[in-house]
């Protein structure tokens, strides 16, 4: 739900308190009302007790409160679908990807997962009435795999102009894990600005696994990647957009049976994430898709390939 207020209509927030919060990259009343009192004192220096004050009259102003399975069933229908561009993938999504969540495409290197976030950025910039939502792309590149030549070959698919869709595309590099963690946490000035519907993170994980290495590294390592979900969750339910990250695989030794492998990040991506999608290659270079965590989903397979147009549903 959209709200008209700013940040100096929250009572106690004067000229100098509202600078301070946007320097922190809190901009909106959603923003602050949505944001953990810890994280807020990290961010802006307030003591705990003026940041509680202040958590507490952006939720008044706002009026966060109890409601009903009914009331909250309404929300839920201002829920997007983003259309993958492939019908089989929005068939077995129920409609697309999802607006208000994370969406987290795991698989091992060459699966198409960079492919299919190519496309998305491409395709959220279609009408409404074509699946899309209208709006541009965040794309986040921690491994150096974006191409707008890619990007530009994906439009002429869905009849874009292909500088207009690099346009609304707007990109970043993250060259370590704070340097992602600081570019969402900055990132709700570009998103009201760009009518950004669409966050990408391409790999989520990948900084993280080579920067804390050992077990004497892995809780602060999960302390960050959880903090770091929840802000890319929060953007999501303010701004009512959707967020696509990539995953990476590990070996799992305990896995005699079944799967080899797992998603890295653990518990913490795995309950961060609302929606889990499975990416693996099959014959004849065609790559199958399983939703293997979803609160609405039954697990169910879809099959597509990529090719020089995009992420398409396999030609007969």
């Not at 060459?110 to 009435?129: D, F, I, R, S, Y």
């Not at 869905?158 to 970043?172: H, P, R, S, T």
């Amino acid at each position: 739900m959209a709200y008209d207020y700013d940040l100096r209509d929250i009572k106690g927030v004067g000229p100098s308190t509202a600078e301070k919060l946007r320097n922190a990259g809190i901009t909106s009343v959603e923003m602050l009302a949505v944001t953990p009192v810890r994280t807020l004192v990290e961010l802006t220096g307030l003591t705990e007790e003026r940041a509680l004050e202040l958590v507490k009259a952006a939720r008044a102003l706002i009026q966060i409160k109890f409601m009903k399975a009914s009331e909250y069933l309404e929300k839920r229908r201002q829920v997007g679908f983003l259309t993958t561009g492939c019908k089989a993938l929005d068939d077995l999504l129920m409609g697309g990807i999802e607006t208000q969540a994370i969406t987290e495409l795991v698989g091992e290197y060459g699966v198409g997962k960079t492919q299919l976030a190519h496309q998305l950025c491409v395709t959220v910039q279609l009408p409404k009435e074509k699946g899309g939502l209208e709006g541009s792309a965040l794309y986040i590149d921690t491994e150096g795999t974006f191409r707008p030549e890619r990007i530009l070959q994906m439009s002429e698919t869905f009849g874009l102009n292909g500088k207009e869709v690099l346009d609304n595309i707007i990109y970043a590099r993250a060259y370590n894990s704070d340097h992602q963690i600081l570019i969402v946490e900055e990132a709700a000035d570009v998103v009201k600005e760009n009518n950004v519907k669409l966050i990408v993170i391409d790999s989520l994980i990948s900084h993280f696994r080579g920067e804390y290495l050992g077990r004497e590294t892995l809780a602060i390592r999960q302390q960050r990647l959880n903090k770091h979900i929840h802000q890319l969750l929060r953007l999501a339910d303010v701004y009512n957009l959707a967020v696509v990250v990539t995953n990476q695989v590990m070996s799992n030794p305990e896995a005699f049976f079944g799967n080899p492998q797992k998603p890295a990040g653990g518990n913490i991506l795995a309950h961060g994430s609302t929606y889990r999608i499975w990416l693996r290659k099959g014959k004849e270079g065609k790559r199958i898709a399983k939703v293997f965590d979803s609160p609405k989903h039954p697990e169910a397979e879809a099959v597509f390939q990529v090719t020089d147009r995009g992420v398409v549903d396999i030609e007969d």
